[in-house]
């Protein structure tokens, strides 16, 4: 009766939350999970796992892993849909260390701890999937010998991009499951149910704090089953739920479909013109469907007063009667949907003996859904089918439903409290079979009027009570009147036990408003990934220092105890420090420990573990360099260097951020997708000091060292190029440094800019779609940072160089005979579009015909000084008349696209003037002059319907951006840019607090 409150509850995503790259692998079935260095000792414990991302089977025979370890897959190997494969170097050895036994293998080779390249191909040898995984970098430390996995943190994200992938969340990783845990309805287990049986004291007297606990001996308790009450308290209605009392025509109690000639047990025939009984009422009969009727299924049949439904039937009135129950049910929410079949019709419904005026006439197939959502009561209620058989020779009849119903359901009151104490103590018992430690608890509750909730004796949840100290003469803070559902609550899952469990309530009366009480509480379990401790490594000192030290950070708000924890460093020569009794590291603070603390000083490339105690999970993993390394921000952030050692303290760094990147030409015009001489990027001083670059770098997407002696003055510009002798040719007096190595991509690129220490000054991914100028990919802009002090992380701060006051006006003009295209010749059009997205001003259009012979021109309004009369401007292509910029006494069309035109839609049009025809054989002139502005400068002309069609190149500026020189998009004040928009919880429960958030930046101030 009582629906478990998990389908409320929201996914769990793994701790660190990253944002993920938003391309989708191309494949449906992609690289999910690697384990390519086992803990030591462990090298057959190999293994890679397969996830298939559709929701259907995907048959995948022949398909094969290419890289270093090599397999093809049999004939009539099919992944699951959303299921996982996994290929073991040894599946025997992986049986024997996991359980999971359906891992196919061996393979051939081995995969690398140092990183590898791994390749899905089909059976065609087609690359599906492939990921390039290292064992540093922005590559997790962990999976490379610290016994975890290389796990993807989302399934359906991309295999290439390291920012995809992290560190499994339990040793050993989840061969053949989902990487990470996500709480889903089929995963629940009910502790306490809504209706559970608990001990309760309700004498009136104070029985301490014991009674808390687990071993505390309640058998002289009494026993009683939820909701308890008291007086005139009434629990709310609660989840909508199937009215299970319900029945299709013609099932049983299973509703599964009875044999002709069966009674149905639900329905009651009770008036027949066949004769009697009825009266009484007699149940009514299955029968085998007219070979005319909508034939019965497995899941209804027809029913009438005789089987078969060939049989000749008196004419005259029949009625159905089905009784269900509302018990258990607010009846002012129910819900009922229908739909019927009669031979000959149904006349009325009767719902408790009120007419519902529902009719339908015919046997072929059901009648439209009706529905029903009043009238209903407490406990019995009757629908009564009113039909009718027709006087008709031959003169079967019977009748046929489908009934579905819903209602919100009311917990029932089980257990009276009489007389009512100021305080009721109520204990429940259970068992839990499974890891504490990976498991989360969910708790919802009704309580009337305050509560504290204890677990195996420590406190985990306080409704409608003060803080404080709580005893027997401690009230209800509130008077509840009206008792609503309380949670769902997350309970802290500390001091769940493996075994027997005690839930322990005490519920509070308030001294105000009447005298009742009501409770009941439904606790749950779900699986949880095992909570990391806040602990992490925060700072290194170069491997070749001495002594060696390394330094610990505990970014919680609470003290960590470190007792059992185990800090182990493998390499040439594998070492641990287990860390004793008594250990701690303070909230938010700093523990630094040497080579004589530790007994071993790593080597430069030995990889630090961090585990919790026992090695049950692993907490940070970090790789020894040859120089000081730390955290930024401290304890949570990446790996830089520090200006100074500060073991014990927060790290300590000098970071740049005079130096923006500040223009980006990444597809030039013309350009395909391999290295252009013309690609650039451009640096901008935006301080008052004069910056030394020497020893700089990008990073990334391309890579450069700036010499020694570069400069930046105040204000000033530098572009670093692929090509500084083309690019110097093109812009002789701006200062330009490289040749950058790499190739910035057409598509998406990260440029990173990093000062001499190797510490990041500024980075920009930018993209070629969404939210990014679409006008910079290959549409004859560059990419400008609209102000050097704005977010540029943020696609809004960033704008395509305007290059319209580069280009001039063009008069482009082309002659042709018309001939038979094949196409339809309806229509008399004139019609012209960009092949792509882009911009263009467009006046003078002409058509004429026979221009050296009887010139005509056919075009209405070519040269705009109407307004757009005559033209259509359709689909992705609009347009507007506005003055000529460059004379202010002409108008022009402005025409934009956002897509490509095409032969039916997205274009100008107009129709030619006077009802004039184009005439096959007949030569025709086709002239007009144009600006181009953005993006696409191939201008399609034609006369319908593919008469005289061209392609015209318009004339672009041979200069591209503003090298050097100030943005042509800058502004003093582009207002916020925007980041992490988002809502939490993820998936609220019903009636949950929501919290949206978003990061504002703008370096005037929000209210500039």
Same mark, same amino acid.
Do not use: C
């Given at each position: 009766?009582?629906?478990?409150?998990?389908?409320?509850?929201?996914?769990?995503?793994?701790?660190? =939350?990253?944002?993920?790259?938003?391309?989708? !692998?191309?494949?449906?079935?992609?690289?999910?999970?690697?384990?390519?260095?086992?803990?030591?000792?462990?090298?057959?414990?190999?293994? +890679?796992?397969?996830?298939?991302?559709? #929701?259907?089977?995907?048959?995948?025979?022949?398909?094969?892993?290419?890289?270093?370890?090599? /397999?093809?897959?049999?004939?009539?190997?099919?992944?699951?849909?959303?299921?996982?494969?996994?290929?073991?170097?040894?599946?025997?050895?992986?049986?024997?260390?996991?359980?999971?036994?359906?891992?196919?293998?061996?393979?051939?080779?081995?995969?690398?701890?140092?990183?590898?390249?791994?390749?899905?191909?089909?059976?065609?040898?087609?690359?599906?999937?492939?990921?390039?995984?290292?064992?540093?970098?922005?590559?997790?430390?962990?999976?490379?010998?610290?016994?975890?996995?290389?796990?993807?943190?989302?399934?359906?994200?991309?295999?290439?991009?390291?920012?995809?992938?992290?560190?499994?969340?339990?040793?050993?990783?989840?061969?053949?499951?989902?990487?990470?845990?996500?709480?889903?309805?089929?995963?629940?287990?009910?502790?306490?149910?809504?209706?559970? =049986?608990?001990?309760?004291?309700?004498?009136?007297?104070?029985?301490?704090?014991?009674?808390?606990?687990?071993?505390?001996?309640?058998?002289?308790?009494?026993?009683?089953?939820?909701?308890?009450?008291?007086?005139?308290?009434?629990?709310?209605?609660?989840?909508?739920?199937?009215?299970?009392?319900?029945?299709?025509?013609?099932?049983?109690?299973?509703?599964?479909?009875?044999?002709?000639?069966?009674?149905?047990?639900?329905?009651?025939?009770?008036?027949?013109?066949?004769?009697?009984?009825?009266?009484?009422?007699?149940?009514?009969?299955?029968?085998?469907?007219?070979?005319?009727?909508?034939?019965?299924?497995?899941?209804?049949?027809?029913?009438?007063?005789?089987?078969?439904?060939?049989?000749?039937?008196?004419?005259?009135?029949? $009625?159905? $009667?089905?009784?269900?129950?509302?018990?258990? /049910?607010?009846?002012?929410?129910?819900?009922?949907?229908?739909? +019927?079949?009669?031979?000959?019709?149904?006349?009325?419904?009767?719902?408790?003996?009120?007419?519902?005026?529902?009719?339908?006439?015919?046997?072929?197939?059901?009648?439209?859904?009706?529905?029903?959502?009043?009238?209903?009561?407490?406990?019995?209620?009757?629908?009564?089918?009113?039909?009718?058989?027709?006087?008709?020779?031959?003169?079967?009849?019977? /009748?046929?439903?489908?009934?579905?119903?819903?209602?919100?359901?009311?917990?029932?009151?089980?257990?009276?409290?009489?007389?009512?104490?100021?305080?009721?103590?109520?204990?429940? !018992?259970?068992?839990?079979?499974?890891?504490?430690?990976?498991?989360?608890?969910?708790? *919802?509750?009704?309580?009337?009027?305050?509560?504290?909730?204890?677990?195996?004796?420590?406190?985990?949840?306080?409704?409608?009570?003060?803080?404080?100290? =709580?005893?027997?003469?401690?009230?209800?803070?509130?008077?509840?009147?009206?008792?609503?559902?309380?949670?769902?609550?997350?309970?802290?899952?500390?001091?769940?036990?493996?075994?027997?469990?005690?839930?322990? +309530?005490?519920?509070?009366?308030?001294?105000?408003?009447?005298?009742?009480?009501?409770?009941?509480?439904?606790?749950?379990?779900?699986?949880?990934?095992?909570?990391?401790?806040?602990?992490?490594?925060?700072?290194?000192?170069?491997?070749?220092?001495?002594?060696?030290?390394?330094?610990?950070?505990?970014?919680?708000?609470?003290?960590?105890?470190?007792?059992?924890?185990?800090?182990?460093?493998?390499?040439?020569?594998?070492?641990?420090?287990?860390?004793?009794?008594?250990?701690?590291?303070?909230?938010?603070?700093?523990?630094?420990?040497?080579?004589?603390?530790?007994?071993?000083?790593?080597?430069?490339?030995?990889?630090?573990?961090?585990?919790?105690?026992?090695? *049950?999970?692993?907490?940070?993993?970090?790789?020894?360099?040859?120089? %000081?390394?730390?955290?930024?921000?401290?304890?949570?952030?990446?790996?830089?260097?520090?200006?100074?050692?500060?073991?014990?303290?927060?790290?300590?760094?000098?970071?740049?951020?005079?130096?923006?990147?500040?223009?980006?030409?990444?597809?030039?015009?013309?350009?395909?997708?391999?290295?252009?001489?013309?690609?650039?990027?451009? %640096?901008?001083?935006?301080?008052?000091?004069?910056?030394? %670059?020497?020893?700089?770098?990008?990073?990334?997407?391309?890579?450069?060292?700036?010499?020694?002696?570069?400069?930046?003055?105040?204000?000033?510009?530098?572009?670093?190029?692929?090509?500084?002798?083309?690019?110097?040719?093109?812009?002789?007096?701006?200062?330009?440094?490289?040749?950058?190595?790499?190739?910035?991509?057409?598509?998406?690129?990260?440029?990173?800019?990093?000062?001499?220490?190797?510490?990041?000054?500024?980075?920009?991914?930018?993209?070629?779609?969404?939210?990014?100028?679409?006008?910079?990919?290959?549409?004859?802009?560059?990419?400008?940072?609209?102000?050097?002090?704005?977010?540029?992380?943020?696609?809004?701060?960033?704008?395509?160089?305007?290059?319209?006051?580069?280009?001039?006006?063009?008069?482009?003009?082309?002659?042709?005979?018309?001939?038979?295209?094949? #196409?339809?010749?309806?229509?008399?059009?004139?019609?012209?579009?960009?092949?792509?997205?882009?911009?263009?001003?467009?006046?003078?259009?002409?058509?004429?015909?026979?221009?050296?012979?009887?010139?005509?021109?056919?075009?209405?309004?070519?040269?705009?000084?109407?307004?757009?009369?005559?033209?259509?401007?359709?689909?992705?292509?609009? #347009?507007?008349?506005?003055?000529?910029?460059?004379?202010?006494?002409?108008?022009?069309?402005? %025409?934009?696209?956002?897509?490509?035109?095409?032969?039916?839609?997205?274009?100008?049009?107009?129709?030619?003037?006077?009802?004039?025809?184009?005439?096959?054989?007949?030569?025709?002139?086709?002239?007009?002059?144009?600006?181009?502005?953005?993006?696409?400068?191939?201008?399609?002309?034609?006369?319908?319907?593919?008469?005289?069609?061209?392609?015209?190149?318009?004339?672009?500026?041979?200069?591209?951006?503003?090298?050097?020189?100030?943005?042509?998009?800058?502004?003093?004040?582009?207002?916020?840019?925007?980041?992490?928009?988002?809502?939490?919880?993820? +998936?609220?429960?019903?009636?949950?607090?929501?919290?949206?958030?978003?990061?504002?930046?703008?370096?005037?101030?929000?209210?500039?």
């Amino acid at each position: 009766m009582f629906r478990l409150l998990s389908r409320f509850l929201p996914s769990l995503v793994p701790a660190a =939350i990253v944002a993920l790259s938003p391309a989708l !692998a191309d494949s449906t079935v992609v690289f999910n999970e690697i384990m390519y260095r086992p803990a030591a000792n462990q090298s057959a414990l190999e293994w +890679v796992e397969l996830h298939n991302q559709m #929701g259907v089977n995907m048959d995948i025979s022949g398909w094969s892993l290419a890289g270093p370890a090599q /397999f093809r897959f049999a004939e009539g190997t099919v992944v699951p849909g959303r299921g996982y494969i996994v290929v073991a170097l040894s599946p025997e050895a992986l049986a024997g260390a996991s359980g999971y036994s359906n891992a196919f293998g061996p393979y051939l080779g081995r995969l690398s701890g140092s990183g590898a390249r791994l390749e899905l191909r089909n059976n065609n040898q087609r690359l599906m999937d492939w990921v390039e995984y290292r064992a540093e970098g922005d590559w997790p430390v962990g999976p490379d010998g610290g016994g975890v996995s290389l796990a993807k943190r989302v399934p359906d994200a991309a295999s290439p991009p390291a920012t995809n992938w992290t560190s499994s969340a339990q040793i050993g990783g989840t061969p053949g499951a989902p990487n990470f845990t996500r709480l889903e309805a089929t995963t629940a287990t009910v502790l306490v149910r809504l209706d559970s =049986i608990w001990k309760y004291n309700d004498s009136g007297t104070d029985p301490g704090v014991s009674w808390r606990e687990t071993n505390f001996y309640d058998q002289f308790w009494p026993t009683g089953a939820a909701l308890f009450y008291t007086g005139a308290a009434v629990p709310p209605a609660g989840d909508r739920e199937a009215i299970s009392t319900l029945f299709d025509s013609g099932v049983d109690d299973a509703h599964k479909a009875l044999v002709p000639g069966a009674a149905d047990p639900h329905y009651l025939l009770t008036v027949s013109a066949q004769g009697t009984p009825p009266p009484p009422s007699i149940a009514a009969t299955v029968i085998q469907n007219h070979p005319a009727w909508l034939a019965n299924d497995a899941l209804s049949s027809w029913i009438g007063p005789v089987n078969p439904g060939t049989s000749d039937v008196a004419p005259g009135e029949y $009625r159905y $009667r089905t009784t269900f129950s509302l018990s258990g /049910f607010d009846p002012s929410t129910a819900q009922v949907v229908l739909k +019927v079949a009669a031979d000959n019709r149904v006349n009325n419904l009767l719902l408790n003996g009120a007419g519902r005026a529902i009719s339908f006439a015919g046997y072929a197939d059901f009648s439209p859904n009706f529905s029903i959502g009043d009238g209903f009561v407490t406990g019995a209620n009757t629908l009564e089918f009113v039909t009718a058989n027709d006087s008709t020779s031959p003169n079967p009849a019977g /009748f046929r439903v489908k009934l579905t119903g819903t209602a919100q359901s009311i917990p029932p009151r089980n257990t009276q409290i009489n007389p009512l104490p100021p305080v009721t103590y109520f204990r429940a !018992a259970f068992t839990f079979q499974a890891n504490p430690a990976a498991t989360s608890l969910k708790l *919802r509750a009704l309580i009337d009027d305050g509560a504290v909730f204890y677990l195996n004796g420590a406190e985990v949840l306080r409704l409608n009570m003060p803080g404080g100290a =709580i005893d027997s003469s401690t009230p209800a803070s509130l008077d509840i009147t009206n008792v609503i559902w309380s949670g769902p609550f997350s309970l802290p899952a500390s001091s769940l036990r493996l075994g027997a469990n005690v839930l322990g +309530v005490e519920v509070h009366q308030s001294p105000r408003g009447t005298n009742d009480l009501l409770f009941g509480a439904e606790l749950l379990a779900l699986p949880a990934p095992p909570e990391r401790p806040p602990l992490a490594f925060n700072e290194l000192t170069a491997a070749s220092d001495s002594p060696f030290w390394l330094e610990l950070a505990n970014v919680d708000t609470n003290d960590l105890a470190l007792d059992g924890f185990v800090l182990a460093a493998d390499g040439a020569v594998e070492s641990q420090f287990v860390f004793p009794a008594g250990s701690r590291i303070k909230a938010g603070g700093f523990l630094s420990l040497d080579e004589t603390r530790l007994s071993f000083h790593p080597q430069s490339g030995d990889r630090l573990f961090l585990y919790s105690p026992s090695r *049950r999970s692993l907490v940070d993993a970090v790789v020894v360099k040859k120089t %000081l390394r730390g955290r930024y921000p401290d304890g949570t952030g990446q790996w830089l260097y520090p200006a100074a050692p500060t073991p014990g303290n927060p790290n300590q760094f000098a970071f740049h951020d005079e130096i923006v990147l500040n223009e980006i030409l990444y597809h030039p015009r013309e350009s395909t997708n391999g290295s252009s001489p013309v690609a650039w990027v451009e %640096l901008f001083n935006r301080s008052a000091t004069a910056v030394d %670059l020497a020893g700089w770098q990008l990073d990334k997407g391309i890579d450069f060292t700036f010499p020694a002696g570069t400069i930046m003055a105040p204000g000033s510009y530098l572009v670093v190029a692929a090509d500084t002798n083309y690019l110097r040719a093109l812009y002789p007096g701006i200062p330009i440094t490289g040749n950058f190595a790499n190739r910035l991509s057409h598509r998406s690129d990260l440029i990173a800019l990093k000062d001499a220490n190797k510490n990041p000054v500024n980075e920009v991914r930018y993209y070629d779609d969404g939210r990014w100028p679409a006008n910079a990919d290959g549409g004859g802009s560059s990419l400008e940072l609209r102000n050097p002090f704005a977010d540029n992380t943020q696609a809004e701060a960033w704008a395509a160089s305007d290059e319209s006051t580069k280009s001039r006006w063009q008069t482009y003009a082309y002659r042709g005979v018309a001939t038979l295209d094949g #196409g339809p010749t309806l229509w008399n059009e004139f019609v012209l579009g960009l092949l792509d997205s882009g911009e263009v001003l467009l006046d003078d259009i002409s058509v004429i015909e026979s221009p050296d012979t009887a010139p005509r021109e056919l075009l209405q309004n070519g040269l705009f000084e109407n307004g757009a009369t005559a033209w259509r401007i359709i689909g992705n292509h609009r #347009g507007e008349i506005m003055v000529d910029p460059d004379d202010p006494a002409n108008h022009v069309l402005h %025409l934009i696209a956002t897509g490509p035109t095409e032969h039916m839609h997205n274009h100008a049009e107009t129709t030619l003037a006077d009802g004039a025809a184009i005439v096959n054989g007949r030569e025709y002139k086709i002239a007009f002059r144009a600006k181009w502005l953005a993006g696409s400068n191939q201008m399609h002309t034609r006369l319908y319907f593919n008469r005289l069609a061209r392609v015209t190149p318009l004339e672009v500026p041979d200069l591209t951006g503003t090298p050097g020189a100030r943005n042509s998009r800058f502004e003093t004040n582009i207002g916020p840019t925007f980041s992490e928009f988002q809502h939490r919880p993820v +998936v609220p429960a019903a009636n949950e607090p929501v919290t949206v958030s978003v990061t504002v930046h703008d370096p005037d101030g929000v209210a500039a």
